[in-house]
């Protein structure tokens, strides 16, 4: 939920931040709380960006490097189960005093510390001071599950860093959030009865509603190949039932000069699986370049996924051999007189 403060009101330096950390401890007191955090923005949604000078590293001129940044509470880490790989999360020292502080994520230590452990490293971010590096944290996707995410440092609220703005967040085992949001409304309304709480929601819901028009395209579009895939198998039977029913006439002659049913089975199948793997073959080289063009809408998976095509290839396979089986066994039941009078 969001903790809207007003801008006339807790005015004064650090007043604003000991509001929320008053009513950060009354909410954790809450029963049916795990966890509780504040936060400028959550996981998976745009925060505010900056620039930063990793210590040891020599930025050239004009070079910027860009990070996602977010200022976070203490037990942020553990609400939102963002795994800790190296070092710690801010202490509540650290946090309510906005001390120089900051965690990264595992992608910035990679890039600026390949060989080494980035605990214990400093940056500099918005100001000259150096802030110190004394944790690193697994990478969380964001601007959507299709765009590749910037790296990220996250930094305690502090009396200074405090927002008017923030996203308040519960961590609880209970199956009834929303009696959960009540209780949670009332203890925040304990600290300040004045301060509105807006938006009461599952992180669950507001990864949905980020995600529902790439949800809607993706949904499409797989209806739509559902249909392509039903046409193209109507198409595959179809064609290959009609070009051995035509060919009733053959087959008498074949079986009068001695062929039996099991040649002219075989010679038609092979023939008409010829046929099919060449289609198969054309298919997915033609696929394999298309759908790249579905990138924005994949989401662990790639464009090129195996499975999805050796079950699409092994499927139009399969109807491609029934195809040929069924009009193939019923030339072969014709008489072969009847066969030869065949027009």
Known sequence: MELKVSRGRYQKRGELGRLLHQVLDKVKGVPGVESASLSTTLPGLRDWQNDIQPEGYEVR????????????????????????????????????????????????????????????????????????????????????????PLIKIYTPMGPAAAQRNSRLSIRSSTTDPESLATAVARAVHEVDKD???????????????????????????????????VLAATGVYG?????????????????????????????????????????????????????????????????????TFVVVAVGLAIVGLVACYLPAKRATRVDPLVALRYE
């Open 61 to 148: 001129p004009g070079e910027l490097i860009n990070v996602d940044w977010s200022i976070v509470s203490a037990d942020y880490f553990q609400t939102m189960n963002v795994p800790i790989l190296q070092g710690r999360t801010f202490s509540k020292d650290e946090d309510e005093q906005g001390k120089k502080v900051a965690l990264v994520d595992e992608t910035l230590a990679r890039r600026f510390w390949p060989n080494e452990n980035a605990a214990g490293k400093r940056i500099k971010y918005n100001g000259p001071d150096w802030h110190e590096i004394i944790g690193v944290v697994k990478q969380v996707g964001i601007y959507g599950s299709e765009a590749k």
């Open 195 to 229: 301060l509105p709480v807006l938006e009461a929601t599952t992180l669950e819901q507001i990864l949905a509603r980020e995600s529902s028009t790439r949800r809607f395209n993706a949904m499409l579009f797989t209806i739509f190949a559902a249909l392509a895939l």
């Open 239 to 307: 064609v290959l039932s009609y070009s051995v029913s035509q060919r009733t006439h053959e087959v008498g002659i074949r079986m009068a000069l001695g062929a039996g049913r099991g040649d002219v089975l075989r010679l038609f199948m092979g023939q008409g699986m010829r046929l099919v793997f060449v289609g198969l073959v054309i298919g997915l080289g033609g696929a394999f370049v298309l759908t790249r063009l579905l990138s924005t809408l994949l989401f662990g998976v790639s464009t090129t996924d195996t499975a």
